[in-house]
């Protein structure tokens, strides 16, 4: 299949964290088994340095999670993944998505970082399922 594949920040957390007992969830075995199917055919997954810093805020301030748990989610996080950087021209583009679609600045900012890598898919639970930007991307929650 070899897409290119972009990760929201829910799906990560669902991959890392289970239930508030600590149980295995759901979620938490569909998206690791989803995720390693996406591997085992070769898509590329892609992430930006946004996804990183909101997954950082969410093990710490919702789950408060211990720091050193966290960093190691992080790193093994970012094995798993190719970090987007984020550059002046794609805040730039970002608005511009922002006004078109009638989105929050940060679900454009992620849009835009998936855009720029021309990813295919963004697994998000977020957004709504199945609309596709700029004729491009097209959004799929996992869960559908």
């Known amino acids: 299949m070899n897409d290119k594949i972009f990760i929201d920040t829910n799906i990560w957390v669902y991959f890392w964290l289970k239930d508030e007992t600590n149980q295995v969830n759901d979620k938490n ?3 690791v088994n989803y995720l390693d199917k996406q ?3 070769n898509n590329q997954i892609f992430s930006s340095i946004q996804i990183f810093n909101e997954l950082s805020n969410v093990f710490l ?3 408060k999670l211990d720091f050193e748990i966290v960093k190691y989610y992080l790193g093994f ?3 798993l993944t190719e970090i987007i950087s984020i550059e002046f021209e794609d805040i730039l583009k970002a608005i511009d998505i922002k006004q078109k679609y009638n989105l929050s600045y940060f679900d454009s900012l ?3 970082s ?3 890598t021309n990813c ?6 977020d ?3 199945n609309q596709i930007f700029e004729n491009k991307l097209k959004v799929v929650n996992p869960f559908k």
Do not use: P, V, W
Request: zero cysteines.
């Open 29 to 31: 075995k569909f998206i």
């Open 39 to 41: 591997r085992e055919e």
């Open 61 to 63: 301030k919702k789950y």
């Open 77 to 79: 996080t970012k094995e």
């Open 110 to 112: 992620m849009i835009q």
């Open 114 to 116: 998936a855009l720029k």
């Open 120 to 125: 295919t898919i963004l697994y998000s639970e």
């Open 127 to 129: 957004l709504n399922h």
